[in-house]
């Protein structure tokens, strides 16, 4: 049985992680406007994970006979004034949600809810991964700044590779994904 005290912050998680998804398609669409066709397509990307976190929140809920509940998000911020500010943005996003992840497997563990502990350690490598993503990104933009197509270049070579979120193929260790 899952802890009361986990489920609880695991349904506000769930928000969380909608409202990352959310601020990813802002990002998004500031490069489509900008015609970065790569950033676009990365933060596109970055949100369908963010939604499928979401969705792999809910379904452990399901799994585990508990009340599932979509709590409203804000609005996400949509102006941004350079090709570096989504994505110092979305490295403190990242940061932040890493301490969520951190704050709900310290309850899983106080808990002593094993099935919850075990299910977050696959949030915490995915996170390590993120921010790890994110940094990358920062120094490489922050350095092309005024040279968009080195930029878009970058990203090209890095997503075609299987990084910096390009197709690496399924995670078998990744929670299932409600609805999927």
């Not at 994110?134 to 968009?148: E, G, K, P």
Request: proline letters at 4%.
């Amino acid at each position: 049985m899952t802890a009361p005290r986990f489920a609880e912050q695991l349904n506000e998680q769930i928000g969380n992680e909608f409202a990352a998804h959310q601020q990813y398609v802002a990002c998004a669409i500031h490069y489509d406007a900008l015609t970065m066709p790569q950033m676009a397509s990365f933060f596109y990307a970055q949100a369908l994970e963010e939604r499928d976190h979401a969705m792999m929140m809910v379904q452990f809920l399901l799994d585990t006979d508990c009340e599932v509940q979509i709590p409203g998000v804000d609005a996400p911020r949509t102006s941004f004034t350079s090709v570096v500010d989504p994505i110092e943005l979305a490295l403190a996003q990242e940061k932040r949600v890493t301490e969520q992840i951190f704050a709900l497997t310290r309850t899983a563990r106080e808990e002593n809810d094993f099935a919850a502990e075990q299910f977050m350690q696959w949030f915490i490598k995915e996170q390590v991964e993120e921010v790890a993503t994110m940094n990358d990104l920062l120094t490489v933009v922050t350095r092309a700044a005024d040279d968009v197509n080195a930029i878009e270049e970058y990203l090209r070579r890095e997503q075609g590779a299987g990084g910096a979120g390009g197709a690496g193929g399924a995670d078998p260790t990744a929670p299932p994904i409600a609805g999927i």
